[in-house]
């Protein structure tokens, strides 16, 4: 609990802290900074997989409001800085997709000036890429490593650069071997 500015915390506000510690289950009194600005209470989350363990720390944040105006209630620890680390990357994937996709294209599109020597590449990059995220999840499960929006994320990109690769490989055979049917 604190103030903004590490403004001390008043005699109300211990109150007010203790109080809604308690709402949460905390037993111990608030253990207070030397200068006054800041108390700590310590809680103990119920153990659980990540969904369960970001529940209970969304859940201690809502019920440590009702605060008076000013002072605030943080929640810290391994079990909040998990959660608020996995939520950095919640939809990161999505948009390295996109931005990796257009990428491509753009290449594609300068290199081959058609969009259906585009489009093709792209269609089966994408699908090879679903895939190929897909299998490497549960090849990492199996192992008993965890998988999460770095592992994919990663995988995305390799096999966005591999496919898009080997496409412009083989629309390159394909259009030597055209040009030189066409001239023979």
């Given at each position: ?50 969904a ?10 809502t ?7 000013g ?26 997709i ?20 585009v ?10 890429e ?12 199996r ?42």
């Amino acid at each position: 609990y604190n103030r903004a500015a590490n403004a001390p915390l008043s005699t109300t506000d211990r109150t007010a802290a203790q109080r809604s510690a308690a709402g949460v289950g905390v037993k111990a009194p608030l253990q207070v900074s030397e200068n006054g600005t800041v108390a700590l209470a310590v809680f103990t989350l119920p153990a659980g997989d990540d969904a369960q363990v970001a529940k209970n720390v969304d859940d201690l944040r809502t019920k440590l409001g009702g605060l008076p105006a000013g002072l605030q209630a943080s929640v810290t620890g391994p079990a909040a800085f998990t959660t608020d680390l996995t939520r950095v990357f919640d939809g990161a994937d999505t948009r390295l997709i996109l931005v990796t996709a257009a990428v491509v294209a753009i290449l594609l599109l300068l290199t081959y000036r058609s969009p259906g020597l585009v489009l093709i590449p792209l269609l089966v990059v994408g699908i090879t890429e679903q895939v190929t995220t897909s299998v490497s999840e549960q090849v990492l499960a199996r192992l008993g490593i965890p998988a999460g929006g770095a592992v994919s994320g990663i995988v995305s990109v390799l096999v966005f650069g591999a496919a898009t690769d080997y496409a412009l490989l083989l629309i390159a055979r394909y259009r030597e071997n055209f040009m030189a049917a066409l001239a023979g």
